[in-house]
DNA sequence: ATGGTAGAGCATCTA
C-alpha cells in the first residue's frame, strides 16, 4: 500500500477549520498530523472532518494551549500518548495502522526567547522534553515507525535563512541541535526530509512578524519527518507547502508531506 | 539592539 502523510502546526484547529478542510480537498493526505490545536479534544471540528473521509482520529488536547492530533483516512487506533518532561502538555499522541506502522506526533516546546536554563525555566523544559525522548528510544527502540511533528529546531545550516544570525536564537543554538540530535540516534531516526531533499534551504514556518514573510524569507525548517530505518526506504516525494503560507489568515507554519510505498 | 504579529479568552500568557 502507498499513503501520504503531512504534518501541520495548525495554530488553533477551530479557527483554522476551513484551512484544514482546503488541505484535506486539494492535497488529500491519508494521514494528517496536526500540531497546536488549541482546543479540548471534544471541541475538534470532527464532523466537517469525517465528510471529507477522514473517519479516524486519536487525539491529545487542553484549552488554550498545546494540542496534537492525528486525523485518517486509514484505520487508526492510538498507540498512547507521553507526558514529556512532566509538564502536563497535550504534546504527544501515537496511533498505529493496520499495516502494522506507528505514527508519533510530537509538539516540542518553543523554549522561550532566552537560551539559558538558569534565566530561562521554559528552555530547560525544552531541552529535557527531548532527553526524555531520547532516553524512551533509548529504552525502546522503535520500529517500523514515523515521528513527525512541530520539533522547534531547525538542525542543519540550510534549515535557517542566515546559521550565523540565528545562532544564539532559540530553534538554532547548538544545545538544541545536539539534543535533537540524540534523539533522532536513539531511536535511530532518519531525518526523510533530507533524504529525498539533501541540499538546500528549506523552510516550513515563517514569523508572523515580518512586514513581507514572503520577501524577506527569513524561515526556519522547525517542521520534521522521521521514519525508523526498516520503512525509510520506502518514504519518497518529500515536499513543503509554502503556498499554504498565503492561504487567507494563516498558520506561521505550512504542511510538510512525505509518502510511503509500504 | 529592537520591535514586530497572532491566538485564546478576557488579564496576560505563549509562540
Known amino acids: 500500500m502507498t499513503f501520504t502523510l503531512a504534518t501541520w502546526n495548525i495554530n488553533s484547529v477551530r479557527l483554522r477549520e476551513g484551512l484544514v478542510e482546503r488541505l484535506m480537498r ?3 493526505p491519508d494521514v494528517l498530523c496536526l500540531q497546536e490545536c488549541k482546543s479540548p479534544v471534544e471541541k475538534i471540528p470532527l464532523e466537517r472532518f469525517r465528510a471529507l473521509g477522514y473517519d479516524w482520529m486519536v487525539a491529545r ?3 488554550g494551549y498545546n494540542g496534537v492530533a492525528i486525523l485518517s483516512k486509514l484505520p487508526l487506533v492510538e498507540a498512547g500518548a507521553g507526558d514529556y518532561a512532566g509538564l502536563g502538555h497535550a504534546r504527544h499522541v501515537a496511533g498505529r495502522l493496520e499495516n502494522g506502522v506507528t505514527i508519533h506526533n510530537f509538539y516540542v516546546p518553543a523554549g522561550g526567547d532566552i537560551p539559558d536554563r538558569d534565566e530561562n525555566e521554559k528552555f530547560g523544559q525544552k531541552l529535557d522534553f527531548l532527553t526524555h525522548m531520547r532516553d ?3 529504552a525502546n527502540r522503535p520500529e517500523k515507525a514515523i515521528l513527525v511533528g512541530d520539533l522547534n529546531i531547525a538542525p542543519r545550516e540550510d534549515d535557517v535563512w542566515s546559521h550565523k544570525a540565528l545562532l544564539k536564537i532559540v530553534s538554532h543554538t547548538p544545545i538544541e ?5 540524540q534523539t533522532r540516534d536513539a531511536g535511530n531516526w ?3 526530509t533530507r533524504q ?7 523552510y516550513s514556518w515563517w514569523s508572523y512578524r515580518a512586514r513581507d514573510w514572503d520577501a524577506a524569507d527569513k524561515g526556519r525548517r522547525l517542521d520534521h519527518v522521521w521514519a525508523t530505518p526498516d520503512i525509510s526506504n520506502a518514504a519518497h516525494g518529500s515536499r513543503i507547502l509554502r503556498a499554504a503560507r498565503s492561504w487567507e ?10 509518502t510511503f510505498d509500504l
Do not use: R
Not at 529525498?196 to 528549506?202: M, R
Open 136 to 138: 524512551d528510544f533509548l
Open 26 to 28: 486539494e492535497e488529500a
Open 196 to 202: 529525498d531533499i539533501p541540499e538546500g534551504q528549506l
Open 249 to 258: 489568515q494563516p498558520s506561521d507554519h505550512v504542511p510538510v508531506f512525505a
Open 61 to 63: 488536547g487542553q484549552k
Open 190 to 192: 532518519v531525518d526523510v
Open 177 to 181: 541541535v545536539e539534543h535533537l540530535a
